[in-house]
């Protein structure tokens, strides 16, 4: 590339959708690759300041709703605990059926491959194409009414 980034290359090369050529260049060209730098900088800084607000704006807010419905002040660690033993438990039952769907899919596939290779070898195996096994008929059987015609005494 003799040209630098424009900023949608930019936007493609922070997200990791450009070319080999575009990505050989954001890291051996010096004023993009500090541009790219600046950017991330500036986008983590971002991040963690939306974070940080976020987490300083909900946190009272739940903790004062929940106490207020119920006169429950939630236990943080025995609600991480339960959200963990649920976590561990829908991956335990989702692995053994993804597993048994995704083996029941390949052997549905396998049949299908297999009766295609049959219909293909069929058809390769034909002495004369489909359209023309009528006429094949009637030849055989012209040859075979000769044959016997011709043992008969006239």
Partial sequence: MNHHFSPEQFSKWLLGNCRPDEMRHGHECAECSAELI???ESLSLFRSSVRDWADRQAAPEVARVLEASSGFRPDLRRLALVSLAFTIGVV????PVYKYNSGRQREV???ADA???DE???HLSRMVPAAMEPFLELLYEEQLSDETTKGEPR
């Fill in 120 to 122: 293909v070898n069929m």
């Fill in 115 to 117: 009766q295609l290779l």
């Fill in 109 to 111: 596939q396998a049949a």
């Fill in 38 to 40: 600046r950017v991330k």
């Fill in 92 to 95: 335990g039952i989702s692995v």
